[in-house]
């Protein structure tokens, strides 16, 4: 497989550099040492560019690309025709043409394809990573978040292994760019894909791209193309936003956001004397490498011969910021536990938590330990918006069910009381019966004209209850006894 040298810029600019500094040094060097060199003398150090290219060559270079966009926009198409061949698997292929009714899962597990390319003597691992299923569910509030969190947890992992005893085997799987592919029918960006780039863009090189371009007419392709833009401008996205050399950003962000045709076969053109690479349809064939008719030509240049190393050398950077940062954020953490006695084995009067310059590499390692990768992961959950939204939910529910549980308590209490009164007002009108009736034959006795004959039993009396025995609890009495 042959492509153009990534690090022939890089060789190029390293000569110019040197040209110019030599330059440079004769135009001010001081009269007293203009004689003391030979002129025409050659040192050797103009070999250094040699060198340095020998060098890269010898270690080679990876590089990472994650490629984000819903199910059927033509991720996969893209890569096996950025290298012409069929690098990785099509499972549209399934459905086209082996199984019509073939049925596969759509999840959205990350899932990486590797490949190791050589060319010119120079090796590159070059990786694909593919997010099936994206945005293919009902609920696509947080459908970023799996990707954000790939990207992130990449950093950490390299983080951590640097800090290995055993760096031999390093493996570098951080994200050095993302094609964000973006649905042709959608005529913009949608809420969905506003979010996304909003969060993907913070953490890598992202570069936007319009999928199956060839389904649009070119007036239709300018309007989205316009409409994508200033939507971008409108929501402060970010594109490319490490690198830091004006001239190659702005070189990129020109022909922002990108649009191509995608094609894994060949189609005659020229009366049959010729093949290309696109796709035919009745009013004529789409070329793929056609710059008239997408920027797939332009696209393929900015991510493997112009612009690969800066897409490399710009995240490094970003990785040493994250890895100051996660440092520090390990450091406070570290003293808060060793303040809270949380892990009284590791209590170590001598280490100072604020100054870690003070500690030395090896106090460091032990400061480091105390907030190890385990301690990271639970902070990073922690930290996860879908899990600060779902403790948000479950204590609004909580808050709904204990203020439902209240007011059934309270209702119950209510028609407690209100049945409390009732059977108090029937004992009271029980009573006023009786009382009545004891008045009445009170009365017929004292207008009875029959003496009263006494007997050896005496006259059987009503014993009526006092008001106060026959009462329910008042109101009070209940509320303590509840």
Same mark, same amino acid.
Not at 298 to 307: A, G, I, P, T, Y
Not at 339 to 348: G, T
């Given at each position: 497989?042959?492509?153009?040298?990534?690090?022939?810029?890089?060789?190029?600019?390293?000569?110019?550099?040197?040209?110019?500094?030599?330059?440079?040094?004769?135009?001010?060097?001081?009269p007293?040492?203009?004689?003391?060199?030979?002129?025409?003398?050659?040192?050797?150090?103009?070999?250094?560019?040699?060198?340095?290219?020998?060098?890269?060559?010898?270690?080679g270079?990876?590089?990472?690309?994650?490629?984000?966009?819903q199910?059927?926009?033509?991720?996969?198409t893209?890569?096996?025709?950025?290298?012409?061949?069929?690098l990785?698997?099509?499972?549209?292929?399934?459905v086209?043409?082996?199984?019509?009714?073939?049925?596969?899962?759509?999840?959205?597990?990350?899932?990486?394809?590797?490949?190791?390319?050589?060319?010119n003597?120079?090796?590159?691992?070059?990786?694909?990573?593919?997010?099936?299923?994206?945005?293919?569910?009902?609920?696509?509030?947080?459908?970023?978040?799996?990707?954000?969190?790939?990207?992130?947890?990449?950093?950490?992992?390299?983080?951590?292994?640097?800090?290995?005893p055993?760096?031999?085997?390093?493996?570098?799987?951080?994200?050095?760019?993302?094609?964000?592919?973006?649905?042709?029918?959608?005529?913009?960006?949608s809420?969905?894909?506003?979010?996304?780039?909003?969060?993907?863009?913070?953490?890598? %090189? /992202?570069? *936007?791209?319009? @999928?199956? !371009?060839?389904?649009?007419?070119?007036?239709?392709?300018?309007?989205?193309?316009?409409? =994508?833009?200033?939507?971008?401008?409108?929501?402060?996205?970010?594109?490319?936003?490490?690198?830091?050399d004006?001239?190659?950003?702005?070189?990129?962000?020109?022909?922002?956001p990108?649009?191509?045709?995608g094609?894994?076969?060949?189609?005659?053109?020229?009366?049959?004397?010729?093949?290309?690479?696109?796709?035919?349809?009745?009013?004529?064939?789409?070329?793929?490498?056609?710059?008239?008719?997408?920027?797939?030509?332009?696209?393929?240049?900015?991510?493997?011969?112009?612009?690969?190393?800066?897409?490399?050398?710009?995240t490094?950077?970003?990785?040493?910021?994250?890895?100051?940062?996660?440092?520090?954020?390990?450091?406070?953490?570290?003293?808060?536990?060793?303040?809270? %006695? /949380?892990? *009284?084995?590791? @209590?170590? !009067?001598?280490?100072?938590?604020?100054?870690?310059?003070?500690?030395?590499v090896?106090? =460091?390692?032990?400061?480091?330990s105390?907030?190890?990768?385990?301690?990271?992961?639970?902070?990073?959950?922690e930290?996860?918006p879908?899990?600060i939204?779902?403790?948000?939910?479950?204590?609004?529910?909580l808050h709904?069910?204990?203020?439902?549980?209240?007011?059934?308590?309270?209702?119950?209490?209510?028609?407690?009381?209100?049945?409390?009164?009732?059977?108090?007002d029937?004992?009271?009108?029980?009573?006023?019966?009786?009382?009545?009736?004891?008045?009445?034959?009170?009365?017929?006795?004292?207008?009875?004209?029959?003496?009263p004959?006494?007997?050896?039993?005496?006259?059987?009396?009503?014993?009526?209850?006092?008001?106060?025995?026959d009462?329910?609890?008042?109101?009070?009495?209940?509320?303590?006894?509840?």
């Amino acid at each position: 497989m042959t492509n153009v040298s990534p690090y022939s810029k890089e060789l190029h600019q390293a000569i110019q550099s040197y040209e110019e500094l030599k330059t440079s040094q004769s135009k001010n060097a001081a009269p007293q040492n203009k004689d003391s060199f030979t002129e025409g003398f050659k040192v050797g150090i103009g070999g250094l560019p040699l060198q340095k290219e020998k060098t890269i060559a010898k270690q080679g270079a990876s590089f990472n690309l994650l490629l984000v966009g819903q199910s059927g926009l033509g991720k996969t198409t893209f890569v096996n025709t950025l290298f012409g061949t069929s690098l990785l698997p099509n499972i549209w292929h399934n459905v086209e043409e082996v199984k019509p009714n073939v049925k596969f899962d759509k999840t959205t597990r990350i899932t990486a394809h590797k490949v190791h390319l050589t060319e010119n003597g120079f090796d590159l691992d070059f990786t694909v990573v593919d997010t099936p299923g994206f945005c293919d569910f009902i609920d696509n509030q947080f459908a970023y978040l799996p990707i954000t969190e790939y990207i992130d947890e990449q950093l950490r992992l390299y983080m951590f292994q640097e800090e290995q005893p055993d760096r031999k085997k390093l493996v570098d799987n951080r994200v050095h760019a993302c094609l964000y592919f973006i649905n042709p029918t959608s005529k913009g960006l949608s809420p969905v894909d506003v979010e996304a780039l909003k969060n993907i863009s913070n953490r890598v %090189n /992202l570069i *936007p791209v319009i @999928a199956k !371009s060839d389904t649009l007419t070119a007036n239709e392709l300018n309007e989205v193309k316009v409409l =994508v833009k200033q939507i971008i401008d409108g929501q402060n996205i970010k594109i490319c936003e490490f690198i830091e050399d004006q001239d190659v950003k702005d070189n990129i962000l020109k022909d922002i956001p990108y649009a191509l045709i995608g094609s894994e076969s060949q189609v005659l053109k020229g009366n049959g004397n010729y093949s290309v690479r696109g796709r035919k349809y009745s009013w004529g064939i789409a070329e793929v490498e056609n710059p008239q008719h997408c920027d797939f030509i332009k696209l393929r240049d900015v991510l493997m011969s112009n612009n690969m190393i800066d897409l490399i050398s710009t995240t490094e950077k970003y990785y040493e910021s994250c890895r100051v940062k996660l440092i520090t954020t390990r450091f406070k953490k570290a003293k808060e536990q060793d303040d809270q %006695n /949380l892990s *009284p084995e590791y @209590a170590d !009067s001598n280490l100072d938590f604020d100054d870690p310059d003070k500690n030395g590499v090896d106090n =460091v390692l032990k400061v480091l330990s105390k907030f190890n990768k385990p301690r990271v992961d639970d902070l990073v959950i922690e930290w996860s918006p879908l899990f600060i939204q779902k403790q948000f939910v479950q204590k609004k529910r909580l808050h709904e069910v204990v203020a439902f549980e209240e007011k059934k308590f309270k209702d119950w209490k209510r028609a407690l009381f209100s049945k409390q009164t009732s059977f108090n007002d029937e004992i009271e009108q029980l009573h006023d019966q009786i009382k009545s009736i004891q008045a009445t034959i009170s009365k017929l006795k004292s207008h009875s004209h029959t003496p009263p004959q006494h007997s050896d039993e005496s006259d059987e009396k009503i014993d009526v209850p006092s008001l106060e025995e026959d009462h329910l609890p008042i109101h009070e009495e209940i509320e303590s006894a509840c």
